[in-house]
């Protein structure tokens, strides 16, 4: 079945330093992908997405492309801030009836001042 | 526009007992899918409504309920709790594939 699969945390920044965490997936087809952040004692937030091969999303000054020839979707940052600290989720939207979410397990970001 | 609520957001239960959790969807969104998160992990997708119908559902057992009702609202329901159900609860309302999720509901079964 699909499947996500993310860099394992945690991952512990100085501010200002500049952020990657990786992400690919496994799918048939081609899924919609997705960056999901989550602080401490909330829900998930929808961070940014991408419907197709080559597409950017971005928010925030987060940024992920959508890479087909290496089924990745990388999530980076140009310079982080203390606030950014988080578990960041990448997913897929499988197909089918219910377009169900498949999550990665999260990344941990800790930034430092 | 109101977003989505969850309640309660904290429970302790017993093993062995019963519980429901409750959903409010965001404004006109018709479907609502439910997420189980256990620490340390992704979530994980239990099942979905659509117009009050279930339409999906993940791998969990059958003691892993739900309704949803005609204001588009929705309850997950577990019996016979296990030590292994202690987890956050997320529910997400969804209107043509974009998801609003709750901020969940943290049960503890002890």
């Known amino acids: 079945g699909d499947s996500v699969t993310q860099m394992e945390g945690p991952v512990t920044l100085s501010e200002e330093a500049f952020l990657t965490i990786n992400c690919t997936y496994t799918a048939t087809g081609y899924p919609s992908l997705f960056w999901y952040v989550q602080y401490p004692g909330e829900g998930l937030q929808l961070l940014l997405k991408?419907?197709?091969?080559?597409d950017k999303g971005s928010n925030k000054g987060f940024e992920a492309t959508y890479r087909k020839e290496t089924t990745s979707f990388h999530l980076e940052k140009g310079s982080v801030q203390v606030s950014d600290s988080a578990v960041y989720f990448c997913?897929?939207?499988?197909?089918?009836?219910?377009?169900?979410?498949?999550f990665g397990t999260g990344t941990l970001l800790a930034v430092q001042p | 526009e109101t977003g989505v609520t969850q309640s309660p957001t904290h429970l302790i239960k017993t093993r062995g007992q019963q519980v429901t959790l409750r959903c409010s969807s965001q404004s006109g969104h018709n479907t609502v899918s439910w997420y189980q998160q256990a620490l340390g992990q992704g979530p994980q997708f239990i099942f979905q409504y659509y117009r009050e119908e279930e339409n999906g559902r993940g791998n969990f057992p059958p003691r892993f309920s739900g309704l949803q009702f005609p204001n588009y609202s929705s309850e997950l329901n577990v019996n016979a709790l296990e030590l292994d159900d202690s987890a956050l609860y997320l529910c997400?309302?969804?209107?043509?594939?974009?998801?609003?999720f709750g901020s969940g509901t943290r049960l503890t079964v002890v």
């Open positions: 997913a897929l939207r499988e197909g089918g009836a219910t377009n169900k979410l498949i």
């Open positions: 991408a419907t197709k091969a080559d």
């Open positions: 997400a309302s969804s209107l043509d594939y974009g998801y609003t």
